[in-house]
Structure formats: structure tokens, C-alpha cells
């Protein structure tokens, strides 16, 4: 799947291939060290497929900075993973999902204690592999992995909160969803030896990449997107303030704002249609989109100070891929 | 309150009372650096009291193993506590507990969602603090960690399994309960420089207690102590088969071993004093006591490869608290 993703890119799809080998093996290798219904649990998470992303950025991030030895960063990539799908088992609980990825969740296969212990061990495996690495970086890991915390409390205060800014907004995302892509980049450029300051130059390029990554997002839950593997318009249901709806609520008055506000309020998919209109009328969708650019030309940008390189090259391909989800 | 219950020992209090003030000011200083409420909640309960009996014990094994700068060891003390509290707030989660030492639990009050995240945010901040240390120390942290949930998972599918043997008893024991105790102590003697052998020891020691603290612990839910801060018979009404109710199972039959089976399956409170009949009938209770000594005696074995000191004195007192907590 992935492979058609990244277009013609056969480097990236062959170090997706690499990750997911990794990423089997050490399941694979728990499950006979006596891990077993666990890792096997988590495991079917975590090799149900996905893009590796996160893992991919920090393996080209740890490239373009200049590493050689890919064994010196894997552990830090297979952490980066391992950590984000702790995430997702511990969201399908919170958000009551049925399916990921057209997979049934954790917590409706084997109940919630055993889905909020499966989390926990995925958590602690990623701690685990990112325990080789100097103190420096476990504090990157450690406090990406906090900040999230914070977001992911902040964003819950903000359910169907309608006065909700775009500050606030992107306060949480930044927590929630850029920072984890920051923080790898950051400490991918550090393990291959860089300066504070040039790694910091990786660190705002993976947080540009990870707002219009959540900004794709929204917009994709608004097109139902079928590679979502969750119906359209989950994140209105569940009361999520994305930038869309922020950004029409700002825009509209009158009349469309009180029954704007209403739908958003009591949503269901019949609403579907009467919503995008609302927000097409204040051009909500258009002025995401836009955003997406912006943040994804900035991501690349902060690449100016690296000389051109196939990592380079690759890292522009995956802004590219973030940028064609949406279209 | 720990003060009374560790008896003479002040500097053991006084101990108790540094730890206390390092997790408060830990507590503060994510407060004030934008942790805000979730810092704040878990503070609630890491702060709600607790015998700090992993932190003691770690800050006395560093001592014993010939450690003398306190500041080298106080993060792993803190990490055990952090994580400690970690699995207290998604064990309460699993349990549908309500309240704990007499305060309300976090899922009672914010709800779910925020009670997974509060966990996973203690879970990071411990390894964290944890991240201070070499790999070797880190990976022991990860490693019980990991074993914690994997005796979980163990547990939870012997909920009301009435064939659950004395093995796997300790199986799950080791992993839930021990595994913590003896790791905290392992890494505090190689922090402090012995040999992995004379480490091992204190290992040795810190499992032994742990398993003679589960059985106390089973002990107290059957007679109802109200230190545990929860319902006595709490145990029994979750299905958790704790070693008496095994002990019972196992040795007796005919009509009593039918009518044992039908209450242990559903228990209430009314039915209190005709289970521990029943279980004083096959000496159950009077059994798991001899085991408690048998334990904690071969935990103090392990300290006769360190000469007496301070340190030493402290840890057998600890295990004399342990002893008496059932008493």
C-alpha cells in the first residue's frame, strides 16, 4: 500500500520494507521470550500496516545529518513506532473505535484492562529501546512523550468547546502530533553527531511536516477518506475541534453561525452534506488546505542548511506525500 | 502515619520524608513548567501518601551496596514511585475502583480518557528520571516493566479460574508484585558499583519481600484492614484468586469444596464470615502466614553477604514492618 504512496520512490518503500522487518522481529522475539498474548495483541497492531513515518523521518533525518551506521539509529526509529501505536490503543479506548485501519481495536477484541495494559507494555518497550542512547536523548523521548500527555488533556477540555482559537489549536497539535515528529528528527540529527543548532534546523522541519500532517488529517476526516479506515466525519462526532470547523465558526455569523454551531453540536452523517457547505461557504476547507502548504513549504525550507543529499531528496518526497493525501 | 508504622526507626521516616519532598517538588516544577492539570492529578495521587516502601528500599539498597552520594540514586527511587503510581491509576481504571487510601480514584473523577492519559504521563515522567542512568540500568527498568503487564494480562485471565495452581500464583506474583521490588534493588547495588553477583543479592532480597508483601496484602483483604483503603473482601468480589482462596480450593472437598467454589464465585459481603470459616477450616490463612515468614526470612538470607551497618539494620526492619503489617 505504502508502496503506491510514495510514488515512485523505490529507497523509501525499501526502508519502510526494513522498518516493518524490524519491527516483526522484535515481536517475533517477545513472544518467545514469554511475552506472549501481549506482544501478540500489540503486534497486531503494530504490523496491521502503516506508513512508518515517524520511523522513516528519523532514519533519513539521522542520514541528511550526516550518519552512516543505520544500526546507530533503528532503536530510536522501532522506539518512535512502538510509542505511537502505545498512543493509538490508548486513543481507540478513549475515542470508543470499533476499527483502525479496518482492524478491530484492542479494547473491543479483549476488553479494556487488557488494551490499557497493552498500551502500557508498548509504552515501556519504547522506552526500553530508546534506554541505548545517551541521557539527552531519552529526555527528548521522555518529554515529547509528556507533552503529548498535556495535549491529549488539553485537547479533551476542548470537546465541543465552540470558542476553541486557532492558537489553541495549534497549541495541541503541536503536543499531540508535531512534536513527536520534532523531537525524532531533533534527536535522529543529534545520535548522527550534529550541532545543537543544525539538529534544531531538523527538529523544525519535523514540526512543520507534523501540523500539516494533522491538518491533512482534518481535512481527509472531512472527505472520508477511505484510507482513514474510520467513517467520514468521526472527528465532528466525537466532538474534536479540527481547524475546518474552528475556522468556519470564526468566519460565519448570522444565521449559518447558529446552525453551524447546532450541527457541530449534534452531529450525524445525514448532516453531512448541509456541514461542508456551511464550511465551503467560509471557504474553511480551501483556507486548510492553504495552510498545508505553508507549513509543508516551511518544513522544507529548514533543509536549506543541509547540502543536497538522496536523504534530502527523500525527505522532500515525504513532504510531497503528506501534501497529496489531501488531493 | 508511616512514622507509627515503621515504628522506632526515624531516620527510615526521615527518608520517608525526603522522598516525600522530592516528589512535590517534582510535582511543582512540571506545574509551573505548563503540565498543568495533569501534573496536577497525578500529584493528587502520588501525593496522597504511601509508605514509599520502593523508593526506601532502593535508597537503602545504594547504601548497603556501598553508595554514599544520595543524589546518584534518588531518580531511580523517584522513577519507581512514578511508575509505581503509573499502574495503581490503570490498575483502579481496570478495577472500577472507586477510591483508593480513602481518596477518590482519577477515572471516578475526570473520567476515563484523562485517567489513561494521567497513567501514561507517569508512566514517561518515570522513565524519564530513569533516563539518567546507563543502558544496563535502563533496560532492568524497561524489563519490569514489561513483565508487570505481562502478569497482568496472566491475572486477568485467572479472574474466578478456581484450578489456578500455587505456581501460577507466583508466577503473576513475581511478575506484579516483585519483579519491581527485586529490579529497584538489582539496579540501586550496581548503580552503587558492586559486582552483578553481590547485586543479584539484593535482588534475591528484594523478591522475597515482595512476594511476603502480595501475601500480606492477600491476608488484608480477607480480614478487612482498613489501611487498604478499599472494602474488605474487595479481592474476592473481583475474582482475583489470591493464595488463601487457592490454599482453600486445593485442600478441601466434598460438600465444602463445592459451597467454597459457589462463594467465591459470587461473593458478597454478606457472605464474609462463612468464606473465612471455610477458610479457616483448611488453615488457609494460618498457611499464607507461615509462607509471609518463610519469605521474608529468606529475604534477610540475602543480606548475610553484607556486613551490618545502618543500611542493613533499616532493610530488616523493613522486612520486620512487613511482617507485622499482617499482625
Redesign the interface.
Known sequence: MAGIEFGASDRLESMRLLVDAELEALIENEIES?????AELCGSVLLAGGKRLRPLLILLAHEIAGGTDIEEIMPLALASEMIHT??LV?DD??DEASHRRGVETIHSRVG???A??????L???G??L???YE?NI??I???Y??DL??S??EQ??HVLDLTTSPEDYLRIVRGKTAGPFGAGCYAAGLVAGLSDERAYSLKQFGMELGIAFQLVDDLLDLRGDERMGKPRGADVIEGKMTLPLIHALTLSHGKQRVRLAELIEDFSDEDFDELMDLLNRSDSMKYTEILVKTHLERAVTNLNAFVDSDAKKHMVSITDYVMNRHM
Chains 1, 2 share one sequence.
Open positions: 514469554g511475552s506472549g498474548q501481549v502505545a498512543t490508548h479506548i478513549n479494556l484492562p487488557k490499557v495494559i497493552a498500551g502500557d507494555w509504552f515501556t518497550k522506552f526500553g530508546g534506554g541505548c541521557e531519552v529526555r523521548l521522555a518529554q512523550c509528556a500527555a498535556v491529549e488533556f479533551l477540555d
